[in-house]
C-alpha cells in the first residue's frame, strides 16, 4: 500500500552569520538548519490531539495563566528546551523520550537537516542558506520515499510561515520537476502554516528546539557546555528516532 506522508519541518539555529559567542555581533548560532517530524498522513489527527494532550499535562500552569485556548498556545521548542528545563524537571525528560516514541510508533520519523554556518559575515546570504538547507530536506525526504519505502511512497511538506514564500515555493517546484534529479515523490510545493493555529507544527517547533541545542554543542563544544546535558538525556534517543538526517560542516 502506498502512503504519504506530511513533513512538518521548522527552523533550528541562526539564520545569521556565525563568528563565536563571545562575538559582539554574531554570536547567535554556529547552525542554521530545519528539522520536525513525518507522520503518515492517516495518523496526523490522532498525533496531534495526543500531542495536544501531552502539552496541557506539561505545561498546565503556564498555559492556565496565560488565558488563552490551548489550542491556540504555543510554547517556543528555543524556550522549552534550555539547559535549566532539562536538568531541573524531570517531567521535561520523561515526555521527550514519549514524544520520539509516539513519532515512530505510529510509523512516522523525526527529520533534521542543517548546515554548520562557516561563511564570513561580508559572504552570508541568508536567504540563500535557507533555499539550501530547504532543498536539502526536499532531497532526503524523497531519497526516504524513493529508496527506503516499498512500494514509493510519496509527501507533502509544511513549513512555518516565511518572508521568503515566493522565493521558497518557486525553487522548491523547480525542484520537484528538474530535467535531471526530480523529486517525484512529493506531491505539490511546500504549504506555509501557522504554528500557533497547528498543533503539528508546534511539534516540530519543539523538535526544532532541541535540535537547536544540539546542533550547537555539536559545532563548537567548547562554547556550549552548558548543552552536554542534552546529548546527555536526548542524543541516544533522537538518533534512534531519526531517518536521513545530518548536519553538515
Known amino acids: 500500500m502506498i502512503l504519504t506522508y506530511i513533513a512538518y519541518l521548522d527552523e533550528f539555529g541562526h539564520i545569521g552569520p556565525y563568528i563565536s559567542r563571545t562575538d559582539p555581533k554574531h554570536n547567535d548560532s554556529p547552525v542554521f538548519g530545519l528539522a520536525g517530524l513525518v507522520l503518515p498522513v492517516n495518523e496526523?489527527?490522532?498525533f496531534g490531539t495526543w500531542f495536544f494532550q501531552r502539552k496541557c499535562e506539561l505545561l498546565d500552569f503556564e498555559i492556565s495563566r496565560s488565558g488563552e485556548h490551548p489550542a491556540t498556545w504555543e510554547k517556543k521548542g528555543a524556550s522549552l528546551y534550555t539547559a535549566?528545563?532539562?536538568t531541573q524537571y524531570a517531567e521535561l525528560r520523561k515526555f521527550t523520550n514519549r514524544f520520539f516514541n509516539k513519532i515512530t510508533t505510529v510509523g512516522?520519523?523525526?527529520f533534521y537537516v542543517g548546515i554548520k554556518k562557516t561563511a564570513a559575515p561580508d559572504r552570508h546570504n541568508p536567504n540563500f542558506l535557507y533555499q539550501r538547507v530547504l532543498l536539502e530536506a526536499i532531497k532526503r525526504i524523497n531519497s526516504f520515499c524513493e529508496e527506503d519505502c516499498?512500494?514509493?511512497d510519496n509527501f507533502v511538506l509544511a513549513l512555518d510561515e516565511h518572508d521568503q514564500r515566493d522565493a521558497l515555493i518557486t525553487a522548491s517546484a523547480r525542484s520537484m520537476y528538474s530535467p535531471t534529479q526530480p523529486r517525484r515523490c512529493l506531491i505539490e510545493p511546500p504549504f506555509q502554516i501557522e504554528s500557533h493555529r497547528y498543533q503539528t507544527m508546534q511539534a516540530a517547533d519543539w523538535i526544532a528546539g532541541l535540535v537547536g541545542r544540539l546542533g550547537a554543542v555539536w559545532?563548537?563544544?567548547s562554547?556550549?557546555?552548558e548543552?552536554?546535558?542534552h546529548r546527555k538525556y536526548f542524543e541516544a534517543r533522537l538518533n534512534q528516532a531519526v531517518r536521513r538526517s545530518g548536519i553538515r560542516s
Open 227 to 229: 548543552n552536554v546535558v
Open 223 to 225: 562554547a556550549y557546555p
Open 219 to 221: 559545532a563548537d563544544p
Open 84 to 86: 535549566r528545563n532539562v
Open 150 to 152: 516499498t512500494p514509493l
Open 44 to 46: 496526523v489527527r490522532s
Open 108 to 110: 512516522g520519523f523525526v
